[in-house]
């Protein structure tokens, strides 16, 4: 009823009274689309510098070539500082997942004394700034005469990144119904088995999504690298130095490969969540 | 129970591994900081030897020597914080409220640029909007911007791409707050005849708070100690505290200063942002 009202009232609307009433009712829309424009204008730059044919600055586009994508390790060291990041990475993430994932389980799971002191030991890494983290870690290992390289890097980035991975898998243990916990117990299994068969698969997203993020916040981390890591050169690194006198196209195609790779997997996660959800 | 633990004890081992990690290599190390933040040079000593001598004036010195920084960083944080505000409620509110189905994927892609280095994307700014870019030479044709006029190297590009690195941060909290509320409470306020504005100001805004608290210190907190986007973007006129605790480190080896500011700028934002949760009356934090 309410649309043949609308329809019978357009041809006595000006125009310009329909194009403001259009615009109020899309105007969310409209945002949306500048937001992701802009969300996305560097990430399209980076892609599309990705094929210059530029040699070793990439400032100014000279041509289109496919040379970079089918020799990404042109750039010297940029591989060695792809391979660094990859490997910090990996390692911090299955560290501060474990840990994280423990701590997780004992703030959302049990009240016990020191829960409040607890939640405000995950929150201060967060609430203070990179550059203090880094340095006052730094200043640590210069205090034990522990020289800055791959490991210091690994634990600095651990300590950084377990704060994230508690929240993300808390606020999963937080979601979960009670109920399934309870159904399981009703039907005999006891707590063991209850918590792999039940509590685990239900929280196993949280803790493959608090592990994604805290590989790319390991992967893309600069300042508190830059103060830890001493001559080892990580992917972040290698573009900061670079910055200085034009960054090889190499880096924009590891860049936006990282980009692909992150959304394939993103969209993966979410396909099987929606399948396994039906 | 078929292990023998008593159950008092199972929350403490599992907090264990991982608070003790957080001691070593996060509360040492900010007492070792305090604890270098007092030392003055050894006389006769090299470059980069201290000893403790509990000099405060440390404190004094470095604020008083870097007031300008520290004012920068946050009049920069603060605007960036805003900016992101402004242009991460609606596209939340639109993600949360007016995308169906296709709220999953509007979410990935509001994290997806995350994944190109931020470096990049940050240097991808500084050549979009640089001399030989082709935004400024258009406006410039356009007579909208002076022939010497830039963009890059100024404090607009530098809180713009504050704004630009930060805006996820403020994103996600914002979603997550506003599509937990309930639509019965929005529907509600339209049966009691509010209109849609008063509907969003009166019900909408503050049952998001939680999620503008978290966003605006997970946007304000990294902004006012970022030292990245003003050395790429900005000039030597745009230096924030970061980048003078930076330089304090690696290029003079002054530890105790480095410290110091270390120290009053992490003060000075746990100071702001308990006033600023309290002000905000929410425990709930992220």
């Known amino acids: ?278 | 129970m078929s292990f023998t633990l008593p159950k008092v004890r199972v929350p403490y081992l599992l907090l264990f591994p991982g608070f003790a990690f957080l001691f070593t290599f996060f509360i040492l190390p900010i007492a070792n900081l305090a604890q270098t933040s007092t030392q003055t040079p050894i006389p006769g000593g090299d470059t980069g030897q201290y000893q403790q001598t509990f000099a405060f004036s440390n404190y004094l010195n470095a604020f008083l020597d870097n007031r300008e920084q520290f004012a920068r960083s946050f009049i920069y944080a603060t605007l960036a914080t805003v900016f992101a505000l402004a242009i991460a409620y609606p596209l939340a509110y639109a993600i949360a409220f007016k995308s169906g189905k296709f709220k999953n994927i509007f979410l990935v892609l509001v994290v997806a640029p995350f994944f190109t280095s931020f470096l990049l994307r940050t240097i991808a700014w500084k050549q979009i909007l640089g001399e030989e870019g082709f935004v400024v030479p258009t406006l410039r044709n356009l007579h909208v911007m002076g022939q010497s006029t830039t963009i890059t190297s100024t404090a607009v590009a530098v809180v713009a791409g504050m704004t630009y690195n930060f805006l996820p941060f403020m994103t996600l909290p914002l979603y997550a707050s506003l599509e937990r509320i309930d639509p019965r409470t929005i529907e509600a306020s339209g049966d009691l005849y509010a209109n849609g504005i008063t509907t969003f100001r009166r019900v909408t805004v503050p049952l998001s708070l939680p999620g503008v608290v978290a966003g605006t210190l997970l946007t304000f907190i990294p902004a006012a100690g970022d030292y990245v986007n003003a050395s790429i973007l900005g000039s030597p006129n745009t230096k924030m505290i970061g980048n003078v605790i930076e330089s304090r480190y690696f290029k003079i080896v002054d530890y105790p200063t480095a410290a110091a500011l270390s120290f009053t700028l992490m003060a000075a934002i746990l100071i702001l942002v308990t006033l600023y949760i309290r002000k905000a009356g929410t425990e709930e934090l992220v």
């Not at chain 1, 290698?238 to 980009?259: D, E, K, L, T, W």
Request: hydrophobic content about 50%; some cysteine; glycine content about 6%.
């Open chain 1, 1 to 278: 009823m309410s649309t043949s009202v609308k329809d019978a009232s357009i041809p006595t609307i000006p125009f310009k009274a329909r194009f403001s009433r259009w615009f109020g009712r899309n105007l969310l829309r409209i945002y949306m689309v500048f937001g992701f424009t802009y969300l996305f204008i560097p990430v399209a730059y980076t892609f599309a510098f990705s094929f210059n044919d530029a040699g070793k600055s990439n400032l100014i586009w000279k041509g289109f070539t496919l040379g970079n994508w089918q020799n990404p390790c042109g750039a010297p060291q940029i591989c060695n500082a792809l391979g660094n990041s990859i490997k910090i990475g990996a390692l911090a993430t299955l560290f501060s997942t474990i840990l994280g994932t423990m701590i997780a389980f004992a703030i959302g799971r049990y009240k016990f004394k020191g829960r409040s002191t607890s939640n405000l030991l995950i929150f201060l890494p967060m609430a203070t700034p990179e550059i203090v983290l880094g340095a006052s870690l730094l200043s640590l290992f210069l205090v034990f005469k522990i020289n800055p390289g791959f490991w210091p890097t690994v634990i600095a980035h651990v300590m950084f990144c377990v704060s994230f991975v508690v929240v993300t898998v808390k606020a999963r243990i937080a979601s979960l119904d009670p109920r399934l916990e309870q159904a399981a117990m009703d039907l005999y299994a006891n707590e063991r088995e209850t918590f792999k068969r039940v509590t685990l698969p239900l929280v196993a997203p949280g803790i493959a999504g608090a592990a994604l993020l805290a590989f790319s916040l390991s992967f893309d981390d600069f300042i508190i690298t830059n103060f830890n890591s001493g001559t080892l050169i990580t992917f972040p690194k290698f573009v900061y130095v670079a910055a200085a006198r034009g960054i090889p196209a190499q880096a924009n195609v590891i860049g936006s490969s990282m980009f692909f790779l992150a959304l394939a997997i993103v969209i993966a996660g979410q396909l099987v969540h929606r399948r396994r959800s039906r």
